[in-house]
């Protein structure tokens, strides 16, 4: 009865988060759009715009919603469709995802650039950005990959280099954009999902190591991103600091108290960078309070341990490690952006799922989640992924 009812619940929990996120997206961006657009109209017709101030722009909200509507809709299409068809088009999907990683570096109109990053591919009708859709590309192809070379995992040139070479590429591609932390991200899951797949530890850790020493050497060589460490590391040792993203994150999400202070009333919205998006928790936690976050977060918690059962109980390898890859990137993504918000680790620029501001973000967790129902759809009752495939045990 339980396990019958595990789509329906991941269901209810994604709907549950997606409202919040609507809402906590009008209520963090409606100043901000407003001074924008008025900034916008006063060098258009300074005299005529000077008055008459309005403080609340719903241009944010209805994007998110918008963006949330076609996010379900696409989870619904992917729950439905059998995810064993995603076995033929995997190799087709991670090459569509490196050619758009590569369209991000032509010149504009078809490659965007913001805040001094070129992230973004302009589609005409939308703004897509490659290195979120390169993550579940990565997981549905490594799936393949792995299942595919599933005798040859015990051999490092056979069953290790494979997938952890596209995974470098695609990694490599996205960190050249000056997005270390969606990189970091991908070769995280990459990993877990090669350990789950059974690859051995002792050719994992190396990999591991040698990854993020990259990824140390990368931030001292990057001025902007070496200089968001010092700040955190300034944080760490000396409190908040004037002006800084990281103090000002802490303090809107310690004063909302127990209940917060109520739905668009935050201090904090304002003078925080990037409210809507990546340090949207902070205003939450401001306008929601303690408890209610408490429950996001156990709402996140209880989505992300369905997705391990699921993973657990899938009636096939390609399903289990589908389950266990999407699994993984909703804990990392989560835990790491709370991580930031709360101020105990460098910010990286990484969005919460179905919550921060972002089109391209909430399609790929919307789908993500609809693969995810698929497999729980097909679980095997009787006989767990585990059971039929002991590798991970004799490791």
Wanted: hydrophobic share 50%; net charge positive.
């Amino acid at each position: 009865m339980i396990r019958s009812s595990i789509p329906v619940i991941l269901l209810a929990l994604t709907l549950g988060l997606l409202s919040i996120g609507v809402t906590m997206v009008y209520s963090s961006s409606a100043n901000k759009a407003a001074v924008d657009r008025r900034t916008h109209l006063r060098r258009l017709d300074p005299e005529a715009y000077a008055s008459d101030f309005d403080f609340h722009d719903p241009r944010y909200l209805w994007r998110q919603a918008s963006y949330a509507g076609l996010g379900l809709a696409l989870l619904l299409v992917m729950s439905i469709v059998d995810h064993q068809k995603l076995k033929t088009l995997a190799p087709a999907i991670l090459g569509v995802t490196i050619v758009l990683l590569c369209l991000v570096y032509l010149p504009s109109p078809i490659g965007v650039a913001s805040h001094g990053s070129r992230r973004w591919v302009n589609l005409g009708v939308f703004t897509l950005q490659p290195s979120e859709v390169a993550k579940l590309a990565m997981i549905v192809f490594g799936s393949w990959l792995l299942v595919k070379r599933d005798r040859h995992l015990d051999s490092f040139w056979k069953g290790v280099v494979p997938p952890l070479g596209f995974a470098g590429v695609c990694a490599g591609l996205i960190a050249f954009e000056r997005d270390l932390g969606a990189a970091a991200v991908l070769g995280m899951v990459t990993l877990l999902l090669m350990f789950v797949a059974g690859v051995r530890l002792r050719h994992l850790a190396p990999l591991g190591l040698g990854a993020a020493a990259l990824g140390v050497a990368s931030i001292c060589r990057n001025p902007y991103q070496w200089e968001r460490v010092i700040k955190w590391i300034k944080f760490i040792i000396y409190g908040p600091q004037p002006g800084d993203q990281v103090s000002q994150s802490v303090i809107a999400a310690g004063v909302g108290g127990l209940w917060g202070s109520g739905i668009a009333t935050s201090s904090q919205g304002s003078p925080l960078p990037e409210a809507h998006t990546d340090f949207i928790f902070a205003i939450v936690a401001e306008e929601l309070g303690f408890v209610r976050c408490l429950i996001i977060i156990c709402a996140f918690a209880a989505l992300i341990g369905l997705g391990a059962y699921v993973a657990h109980h899938a009636a096939d390898s390609f399903g289990g490690y589908l389950a266990a890859g999407i699994t993984s990137l909703l804990a990392l993504s989560v835990s790491l952006n709370l991580l930031v918000v709360l101020g105990w680790f460098p910010p990286k620029g990484l969005a919460l799922p179905f919550i921060s501001y972002g089109g391209t973000s909430m399609l790929v967790n919307c789908a993500a989640v609809g693969i995810l129902i698929n497999v729980a759809k097909y679980a095997a009752p009787e006989q767990p992924a585990a059971a039929r495939a002991p590798r991970r045990a004799r490791r």
